[in-house]
């Protein structure tokens, strides 16, 4: 689900969805699913005639990007290693699962060096196995399709590009190398992204396209 604050925005600017609608050109049901935080998929020319009204200068002051009704994710990070050209942190990803009510950890390592701009392995731990409630959950993903699963795969991109200790690097990231976990008979995922790419509102459109979802 894409979350925004459009509906503060509206009342903050004494305005109703009819007039926001005949200002930007932009239907009024499109316009009702968003300020309700009610839609899956949303047109990037929207948000930026929204975004222009308002005169908004970046994305995070319309709304968050994880489109996913069915999980929220949180992340920690441990110590971090300093090497000759990078450095690595060990990650916990929590994917609270809200059709189970569970938290599910995933464990792995997230490096931002030279030669990549930010690896992220969520690849299991050596010594942890991958706990049954995960692999069901990311079987759950897959079932739906691979859109779903890299739809999964760039909500926890996200929210590790969002933890403080990545943060204060972001500027200098420019790719992402994600590798999802191999569970069983499911192959490991590995997506190459484009950092700005990743982080635009259309790029959930990019995905349908990618996976012949439009057709």
Do not use: C
């Amino acid at each position: 689900m894409i979350e925004t604050n459009l509906s503060e925005l509206l009342k903050s600017h004494d305005i109703s969805i009819n007039e926001l609608s005949d200002k930007i050109n932009i239907g009024r049901k499109p316009l009702t699913q968003l300020a309700n935080n009610e839609s899956k998929m949303v047109k990037f020319d929207t948000i930026e005639k929204i975004m222009n009204y308002f005169r908004l200068s970046s994305f995070d002051q319309l709304l968050t990007l994880s489109i996913s009704d069915e999980y929220n994710i949180s992340g920690k990070l441990s110590e971090r290693k300093l090497y000759s050209g990078f450095s690595s942190y060990d990650v916990k990803i929590y994917v609270n699962d809200d059709n189970a009510s569970l938290s599910l950890p995933i464990f792995g390592n997230v490096y931002v060096g030279d030669n990549f701009d930010l690896d992220i392995e969520l690849t299991g731990d050596d010594d942890i196995e991958i706990d049954s409630q995960t692999i069901n959950f990311i079987y759950r993903v897959l079932n739906k399709g691979k859109y779903y699963l890299e739809v999964l795969a760039r909500d926890i991109a996200l929210t590790i590009l969002n933890i403080p200790e990545i943060h204060k690097e972001n500027s200098n990231i420019k790719t992402i190398i994600f590798k999802m976990p191999q569970i069983s008979d499911i192959p490991e995922g590995v997506y190459l992204w484009n950092k700005h790419d990743l982080e635009q509102p259309n790029f959930v459109d990019f995905l349908a396209d990618k996976y012949n979802l439009n057709d």
